[in-house]
């Protein structure tokens, strides 16, 4: 009776002995056998991943990490131990993802391809830096953000999203409008008023442009009596005072008239000036026109608040949702240990 007592413990502690060694094995993922491979990505940061995370392909789990190791120039290597059927699966360039799979810290690596890289820039450029310093059969990572730095990116957003609205709101109300309107009409006012001045000063500088040009001619008649005279004296005269005289007499005849000429032109380009002046007042009375009506974009924001009302409840809405996904996670995510 003893011994059968002692045998029956004997074989329960060597039962036991045998279950606590065959579950240490299926939790350290540990195979015997040499049919195993191992790959290292090269990668600038793991994240929070962990010696032991699963490694993952199309979503299905073919080896866990096995070593994580610092190497030169910043750089971070991350040893991978796959079962050796996984090798002929695996893309042709593939690249390791760093995901986090939970709200609690849980993290995988994801093995992809660089041709199905997600189109967020910053992954990208990691994949590339990494490309460029990978030694041998090394793969490039990526870190992808994890659940909370998306939240707290996404309450920027909407705090920026807030500020706008109400920026729009200040800028667009009623007084903002009837302040618009009225200095539309005053630049109306003030344009009427320039193009009255302009009109005036048209006519004042062509009576002086008809003034020049009468006193030129008399000042070249006058001119050419003095030379005809001058010319009498000098010819009994033996110095030649008199004709240097009148020589520059010419030349001044010849400013003035080039000065006549330059008042003329004034004259003409006053005139010019006035018609495109006349048009864009024109073109200023029926834009103010259109907004008091309440046509186009600008005058139908001026009367109508339907996006500024909208953009509050998207707002509102949209912070409603983050609190709800802070306090009900489970609600959006679904969370595995394994």
């Given at each position: 009776m003893k011994r059968s007592n002692e045998a029956l413990v004997g074989v329960s502690v060597l039962l036991a002995i045998a279950l606590v060694i065959a579950g240490s094995v299926w939790l350290s993922q540990q195979r015997f056998g040499g049919s195993d491979i191992t790959r290292n990505v090269r990668v600038r940061s793991i994240g929070g991943l962990m010696v032991g995370d699963p490694v993952l392909l199309r979503g299905v789990g073919i080896g866990r990490v096995e070593r994580i190791e610092l190497s030169a120039n910043d750089w971070v290597v991350v040893s991978l131990r796959m079962r050796g059927a996984a090798r002929s699966l695996l893309p042709q360039h593939p690249v390791a993802l760093?995901?986090?799979?939970?709200?609690?810290?849980?993290?995988?690596?994801q093995l992809s391809s660089v041709d199905a890289l997600p189109a967020d820039p910053t992954v990208r450029r990691q994949v590339a830096d990494a490309q460029r310093a990978t030694h041998g059969s090394e793969m490039p990572g990526a870190v992808l953000p994890d659940v909370g730095q998306l939240t707290a990116q996404a309450s920027r957003i909407a705090s920026d999203i807030?500020?706008?609205?109400?920026?729009?709101?200040?800028?667009?109300?009623?007084?903002s409008t009837v302040r618009l309107r009225n200095a539309f009409r005053d630049l109306s006012r003030l344009s009427q008023v320039l193009r009255v001045i302009a009109q005036g000063q048209e006519s004042t500088l062509v009576k002086i442009g008809g003034n020049l040009d009468t006193g030129t001619t008399l000042l070249a008649q006058s001119a050419a009596s003095i030379a005809r005279a001058a010319g009498r004296v000098d010819s009994a005269t033996s110095r030649g005072q008199l004709q240097r005289i009148l020589s520059h007499t010419d030349t001044i005849t010849s400013d003035l008239t080039a000065v006549s000429s330059d008042l003329r032109g004034l004259?003409?380009?006053a005139a010019s000036q006035q018609q495109a002046l006349a048009s864009i007042i024109a073109r200023t009375d029926s834009i103010v026109g259109r907004i008091?009506?309440?046509?186009?974009?600008?005058?139908?924001?001026t009367r109508d608040t339907t996006l500024y009302t909208e953009s509050l409840q998207a707002v509102r809405a949209l912070r409603l949702l983050l609190e709800d996904v802070q306090k009900n996670p489970r609600r959006y995510f679904q969370f595995s240990v394994f």
């Open positions: 760093f995901v986090p799979t939970t709200l609690f810290g849980d993290w995988s690596v807030a500020v706008i609205s109400s920026r729009v709101s200040s800028a667009f109300d009623s007084a004259a003409g380009a008091a009506a309440g046509q186009g974009t600008l005058g139908k924001l």
